[in-house]
């Protein structure tokens, strides 16, 4: 009885290695790409006193439009928009809102320009330090033509005292 097992287990075995050879194996690849604008960084400039985040332009779709949404009330004395990698000025124009402001831009961006949106003198609710502010940021592409949220910055700013 033991060698009928034993012949059965190995013409199973076989069996099921020839079975595997003539099988090809599945070669599937998934191609895993990142194809929205990212956010790719967020801090404070100017001791605390400037609020930036930059985004990742990335995919096959120019950017034309950035949206930046502050969940708390936010005050700020301009917005100034720039490539993070030179520091040169990107054409813009800007509308703000109730506790959000909309950044066209004058010729879409094309992916791999990464942008430094810094708020200038940002405070919420007058506060300038021991803050945790977050912003939620939306882009728009000109194909679409509707917002789509890329992502949060949370920019964390320490209490300061004799500012």
Known sequence: MKRAFLKGFAVVAIAASAFSIEMPASQAQIEVGTSTPTVSNAGTLNRNN???????????????????????????SGVKVVDADTGADIAHSFSPGFEEFTLTFTEPLEAGKTVRIVMEDSRVRGRLSGLTVPYQIFATYPTIGTDIPIGTAVITIPEVTGR
């Open 50 to 76: 400037d609020h930036f985040v930059e985004v990742t332009v990335n995919g096959d779709m120019p950017l034309a439009r950035l949206k930046v949404v502050c969940v708390t009330f936010h005050e700020l």
